[in-house]
C-alpha cells in the first residue's frame, strides 16, 4: 500500500507541475510580463526556465524517473514562489489576491516527503535498478541542494519590486 501511496502521491504533484509547465510554455510573453512585475530581472529568460523546469519536473514525478530529482526540483520551484511572491500574503491561499503560501508549503513538504521516501516500487527508477542507490539522507541532501540554488536564483535574478 505504500507503494501505491507514493505512486498516487507523485503522479499527482507531477501533473499539478505539468500543468504549471503547459501553461508557462503557452503564455511565454504573459508569463514573462507577469515575473517582471513581480521582481524579476531577465523575465524572459526565466519565464522559459519556470516552463522548462516546471515540465521536467512534472515529467519525472509522473513517471518516478530521477524521482528524488525531480521533487528537489518542486521544492527548489516552490521556495522561489514563496520568497518572492506568496510570502507576502499570509498563510492562507484565499486571503488576499497574491495568493498566501499554504499552497506552496503543501506542494513543498509533499515533494519532500517523496524525496525522503524515494519513488516507490511502481517507478522507473525502481525498474531500472536506481531506486535502491536512494534513501531518505540523499533525498534530504538533494532537498538541501535544491534550496540553496533557489537562493542562488532569487540573489541573481530576482530584488522585491517597489
Not at 486571503?95 to 499552497?103: A, F, I, N, S, T
Request: proline share 2%; glycine share 12%.
Amino acid at each position: 500500500m505504500t507503494d501505491l501511496a507514493l505512486l498516487v502521491l507523485r503522479v499527482w504533484l507531477g501533473l499539478v507541475m505539468l500543468a504549471h509547465g503547459i501553461h508557462h510554455a503557452r503564455s511565454q510573453e504573459g508569463t514573462a510580463k507577469w515575473f517582471a512585475s513581480k521582481g524579476f530581472r531577465h523575465a524572459e529568460l526565466n519565464a522559459r526556465g519556470s516552463a522548462l523546469g516546471e515540465l521536467a519536473v512534472g515529467t519525472g514525478l509522473v513517471l518516478g524517473l530521477l524521482t528524488s530529482v525531480a521533487a528537489t526540483g518542486l521544492v527548489s520551484t516552490m521556495a522561489v514562489a514563496f520568497w518572492s511572491i506568496h510570502r507576502f500574503a499570509g498563510f492562507f491561499v484565499f486571503k488576499r489576491p497574491d495568493e498566501g503560501w499554504e499552497y506552496v508549503a503543501t506542494l513543498s513538504v509533499a515533494a519532500t516527503a517523496v524525496a525522503v521516501a524515494g519513488p516507490g516500487r511502481f517507478s522507473l527508477d525502481e525498474a531500472l535498478g536506481w531506486a535502491d542507490d536512494l534513501d531518505g539522507l540523499t533525498g534530504l541532501t538533494l532537498i538541501g541542494a535544491g534550496l540553496v540554488a533557489a537562493a542562488i536564483q532569487l540573489a541573481i535574478a530576482w530584488r522585491e519590486p517597489t
